[in-house]
């Protein structure tokens, strides 16, 4: 049971460059968010999928977007890469919304 | 949303007990305590939460005061592992199907333990 993985583990990236952070989880769970966490600060929310099939914007959702693959994977993308998009991308699934959430060990993008 | 206080950073010795304060002086009726940690270069994870009882699970104890607005995580022999920083967040049970069931993450306190 690996619970929430993400790949790839680093990235480096040039500005305007596009890529997708993946996502999986295999305790069956129907809700899943991204994070990213900047240097020194808490985790803030880009996206999330309440349930297989939905998809809603979080608090800082501009320059992303999101798919929600299956009830397992959910993906993030970045379309065209800017310097403050550099940070700690961090995944995680719970149960149903509200429930408490299982994280993955993180992405660290670097945008230069 | 409710806010929560923590100290910005706290040290311990190892194998000691370790209390971790949180105020909340503005906490609603509805509102539970959660706790998570982050321990270095890796994703939060679940610690405990409660409501107005104390709480135990392997991993902690959650106390909480009385008036409920503040609370305190027992780690009860704190060992090199759980050197970390401790996030304490109010989760409403009404509104966290309208906000998605994000966490509200603040700073949290980072904590040291010595050998």
């Known amino acids: 049971n690996a619970g929430v993985t993400q790949t790839p583990k680093f990235q480096v990236l040039k500005t305007g460059q596009s890529m997708t952070l993946q996502c999986a989880q295999d305790?069956?769970?129907?809700?899943m968010y991204w994070y990213r966490q900047d240097p020194g600060m808490g985790l803030r929310l880009i996206y999330y999928?309440?349930?297989?099939?939905?998809?809603d914007k979080g608090e800082v959702p501009n320059g992303y977007n999101v798919s929600r693959l299956n009830k397992r994977e959910f993906s993030l993308r970045l379309e065209s890469a800017a310097p403050s998009q550099t940070s700690v991308y961090f995944c995680?699934?719970?149960?149903?919304?509200?429930?408490?959430?299982?994280f993955g060990p993180g992405t660290r993008l670097t945008v230069l | 949303d409710a806010k929560t206080t923590q100290p910005n950073s706290m040290e311990s010795n190892e194998e000691e007990p370790v209390h971790l304060p949180c105020n909340h002086s503005?906490?609603?009726?509805?509102?539970?305590i959660h706790w998570y940690r982050q321990l270095p270069s890796q994703g939060p994870e679940y610690v405990i939460h409660?409501?107005?009882s104390n709480v135990n699970n392997r991993m902690a104890s959650l106390a909480i005061a009385e008036d409920r607005k503040s609370s305190t995580l027992i780690l009860h022999r704190a060992t090199l592992r759980d050197a970390a920083v401790y996030y304490c967040?109010?989760?409403?049970?009404?509104?966290?199907?309208?906000?998605?069931?994000?966490?509200?993450f603040g700073q949290g306190t980072e904590l040291s333990v010595k050998p």
């Open positions: 995680a699934s719970s149960v149903q919304e509200g429930d408490t959430q299982y």
């Open positions: 305790m069956n769970h129907n809700s």
């Open positions: 999928s309440a349930s297989e099939g939905t998809t």
């Open positions: 503005t906490i609603s009726g509805t509102d539970y």
């Open positions: 409660g409501l107005t």
């Open positions: 967040i109010l989760r409403d049970v009404y509104m966290i199907y309208n906000q998605g069931g994000k966490l509200i």
